[in-house]
């Protein structure tokens, strides 16, 4: 295996796994007796999940941007002086780094093509 110039190690993109959410920490006030006893409080939650109707898709006629060719990011050469130019990667102006164009008149109607929806939960929680 190639170690030198960034050849090695890391995971191919084509395989991406899903990130995992960061613990919630919320303060609560409890009374000592509570506290004490033992108590169940039961406490509203916000999360985001994925969108039940389009099913992640963002609605219908979703097409893969031409621009960037899916992967959400162009490159972009610029000339310092003669002789010298700087490449610079960001994210693509058509699809605003999605890599994907939904049409205005099939988005979702439940996400607004956002793909997620943000859902409140009540979480009981041991004291």
Not at 7 to 30: D, F, S
Not at 61 to 81: A, D, E, I, N, W
């Amino acid at each position: 295996m190639n170690m030198f110039f960034g050849g090695g190690g890391g995971r191919p993109a084509a395989r991406r796994e899903m990130q995992k959410v960061k613990p919630t920490k919320k303060a609560l006030e409890v009374t000592l007796e509570q506290a004490y006893n033992g108590a169940v409080l039961k406490i509203p939650h916000e999360r985001t999940r994925c969108c039940e109707t389009c099913k992640g898709k963002g609605g219908e006629g979703v097409r893969t941007c031409t621009s960037c060719k899916g992967k959400g990011r162009v490159l972009q050469m610029f000339q310092m002086g003669p002789g010298m130019y700087q490449q610079v990667q960001k994210n693509c102006d058509t699809c605003r780094g999605e890599g994907e164009i939904i049409a205005e008149g099939g988005k979702c109607k439940a996400c607004l093509g956002r793909k997620t929806v943000t859902k409140e939960k009540v979480v009981e929680v041991p004291v």
